[in-house]
């Protein structure tokens, strides 16, 4: 049996790669399949410390790939989600310490074990890009109701169909429904009109991902994170189910508002 | 214009990968992986008749060629441009053979299609991707913010026209644009450059048609001889 390794990647740097990364193999390995994160960050490693294990590394993705270790000895098991682990990065080293050879059989080495391969993409198009989608079955492309970013995940659509990554999945990070509806912020439609890609799912801005991320605590893991349960829907559509995507996600009505005032969230 | 010592061109027989043999060879690689890098896949899947310009290149020089292309997965065709063989003139066959090629290729196929001095682009070009030809351009899917088209003729495009086209681009003064949704962020045609307001404009609600008059880029609704072709 053989798993599916999944590249998040952007283009733009800053909107949210890492995060949905460490959420959506959270999500996934929480409701079962086995999950392995790849940080193909090398140099800016971050993917460690969003799951609170940058204190557990001994060994990394260039040592397993310069044949140093072997890679289930690289391999650190969260915390609290046993069906998750994770591949670091190696941060005194650079993208050119690996190839896009040895990360396709990397990545293939590590579905032979694994049900779900998670790639965390550097931002920008060079040998780190290239590096992370070389073993890559398919891609989520993250970005936010930005123009800027936008632009850069249109490019990134149109590297990774040249690459033969086809059918890229597309997750809008970040959206603020009271900006949205005052059409002071792209709507989904619009952007999904544009880059003319299969919407994954749509996450909120919200302020507990900040928090989460400091304490080393996916957001999935907060039952009151908003941001947490798009990020579970998003892991569940992965799977092959049917969650409706809330395109507005937050009920602007005035219960919803009284109760909110109340402290009451609704789940 | 500097002359392109690496360019491909579309031609009645198919595409052909035009090279300045007074180049050294290091230097005409070197060219050719940028124009290939520039296409990301574009031409990937081509069968492309290597056009010295008459002169003699050394058979080195044609192995060297044909390494990269097939690199990027594209294939020299053996044929020399002196050997063509002769066009089909029934034009029933012409029709069949050109219908053969669209079924072959399917919807979803992005390789693009010679035919005759026209190039048929059948997906949406996004932001880095470049068309460049001898010839017309048509595009069936939209052109993004960030990619170009480069046409010595015509450019049609069957979808938005969101990025730079530039129609009659060796000075061709009658070129023009079409498109079904008609907003660039630049418009060229032959030496005129003209940019979209900086303030916000409204989408045009039909096709329209970009073309020179007296020495500037105007855009008008596009007409047929049965009126306005409302979509």
């Known amino acids: 049996m053989s798993g599916t390794a999944i590249v998040v990647t952007s283009g733009k740097g800053g909107v949210g790669k890492t995060t949905a990364a460490a959420n959506i193999g959270a999500g996934l390995a929480m409701s079962g399949p086995t999950v392995a994160l790849v940080d193909a960050d090398i140099g800016l490693r971050n993917l460690d410390l969003v799951l609170g294990l940058e204190n557990r590394i001994v060994y990394d993705l260039v040592n397993v790939v310069e044949g140093g270790c072997d890679v289930q000895k690289a391999l650190i098991r969260h915390k609290h989600i046993e069906n998750l682990s994770l591949l670091p990065a190696a941060q005194s080293r650079d993208k050119t310490a690996v190839t896009p050879e040895q990360m396709k059989a990397l990545t293939l080495g590590l579905k032979e074990s694994f049900d779900f391969v ?27 109701p930005e123009m800027s970013a936008v632009r850069d995940a249109d490019r990134i659509i149109g590297m990774l169909e040249a690459e033969e990554v086809k059918n890229p999945w597309l997750i809008v990070n970040r959206i603020r429904p009271d900006m949205v509806k005052r059409h002071d912020m792209m709507n989904v439609d619009d952007l999904i009109d544009f880059l003319k890609v299969e919407l994954l799912g749509v996450v909120p801005d919200d302020e507990s991902i900040i928090i989460s991320t400091n304490r080393g605590i996916p957001a999935v893991m907060d039952e009151k994170s908003r941001a947490g349960r798009a990020f ?3 892991a569940s559509r992965i799977m092959g189910n049917d969650v409706p995507i809330a395109a507005t996600l937050e009920p602007d009505d005035w219960f919803s508002r009284f109760a909110k005032w109340l402290g009451i969230s609704r789940g | 214009m500097k002359a392109q010592e690496v360019i491909f061109k ?15 060879i290091e230097e005409l690689k070197g060219k050719l992986r940028r ?14 008749r290597l056009d010295t310009r008459g002169a003699v290149v050394p058979p080195e020089w044609i192995e060297e060629v044909r390494m990269i292309l097939e690199e990027y997965g594209l294939s ?6 002196g050997q063509r063989r002769p066009r089909q003139h029934a034009a029933g066959a012409g029709r069949a053979s050109a219908k053969k090629v669209l079924d072959d290729g399917g919807p979803e196929s992005g390789e693009p299609i010679v035919r005759g001095d026209t190039i048929l682009v059948r997906r949406t070009l996004r932001s880095g991707q470049a068309v460049s030809f001898d010839g017309n351009v048509v595009v069936m899917g939209d052109v993004n913010p960030g990619s170009e088209v480069l046409a010595t003729g015509d450019i049609v495009v069957f979808g938005s026209l969101r990025g730079m086209a530039h129609a009659g681009s060796a000075g061709n003064a009658e070129a023009c644009v079409v498109a079904l949704r008609l907003i660039p962020t630049q418009l060229r045609i032959a030496d005129k450059i003209t940019r979209a307001p900086d303030d916000e404009t409204q989408v045009p609600q039909g096709p329209e048609v970009a073309y020179l008059r007296e020495g500037s880029i105007v855009i008008e609704p596009w007409t047929t001889h049965t009126g306005t072709v409302l979509v």
């Open chain 1, 118 to 144: 998670i790639l965390d993409c550097p931002a920008g198009i060079e040998q780190g890009f290239k590096n992370a989608i070389a073993g890559a079955d398919r891609a989520i492309v993250v970005t936010t």
């Open chain 1, 232 to 234: 579970l829907d998003i």
């Open chain 2, 10 to 24: 579309g031609t009645r027989d198919g595409l052909r990968l035009v090279i300045d043999a007074d180049e050294n």
């Open chain 2, 35 to 48: 124009r290939l890098n520039e296409a990301e896949g574009f031409y990937s899947g081509a069968r492309v």
């Open chain 2, 76 to 81: 020299l065709s053996e044929e020399k441009p």
